[in-house]
């Protein structure tokens, strides 16, 4: 039989120390956040479901990605040579964060076309290279290949 003979009090001293250090960490994070985390906290809880729980490291991100967020668009907005800055300027600034989904589509379209647009060029290439092909001349330019090797890349 063992026995473990522990100090309460130090024990509880310790934690309360520690508990002191996390506390000034988190007051200290507080003030190098751009917004109130009260209201980006109430925010983020008013469009996730009931259900989720949100870490304190998730907070304090949120808070300063939205900052990232707001200096982007304010250094977009510096780009205007005017001295007013008015709605329609901060609707282009904020395009690619209000139509990200709109976005992503085109994106995918144009790579679907993309796609489309080297088959139909591996196609012609095959077909040039069996219906014009003379019997004693070398080929130099092999379309195929080079295609090909253009779409391993």
Known sequence: MVK????FEETETNIEETEDIVIEELDE???????AKAEVVRLMKENLDDDKMI???????M??????????VC????????TTIEYE???????PYTNIERINQEKERILLHLEAIKADCNALAMDVK???KL????EEDDFTIDLIADDEE
């Open 135 to 138: 019997k004693d001349v070398v």
């Open 130 to 132: 069996k219906t014009l």
């Open 63 to 72: 808070n300063k990605f939205l900052g990232e967020v707001l200096k982007n």
């Open 89 to 95: 300027m901060l609707k282009e600034s904020t395009y």
């Open 55 to 61: 870490r304190e490291r998730v907070k304090v991100e």
């Open 75 to 82: 250094k977009q907005l510096n780009e205007y040579p005017y």
């Open 29 to 35: 994070d507080d003030e190098k956040l751009p917004f």
């Open 4 to 7: 473990i003979m522990v100090d």
